[in-house]
């Protein structure tokens, strides 16, 4: 995987971490409020699915 992100512009590879960062945080404090984990797994797919989109389209 870290050979990916060497692929990957730094603007990019910024947006990946602060994706990663912020997904990790809404899945923490979603099971923190004893969700389980399928549904702190679904809520944070749904999010990162539109995070996903965000690289595609940035400019270069």
């Known amino acids: 995987m ?3 992100w060497e692929l990957a ?7 990946g971490d602060q994706d990663n960062r912020l997904q990790h945080h809404r899945w923490v404090v979603v099971t923190e409020r004893r969700k389980r984990h399928t549904v702190a797994n679904v809520a944070t797919a749904r ?12 400019d270069a």
């Open 2 to 4: 870290r050979d990916r």
């Open 9 to 15: 512009t730094p603007a990019a590879r910024a947006r």
């Open 47 to 58: 999010e990162s699915a539109g995070w996903c989109w965000s690289p595609a389209v940035m």
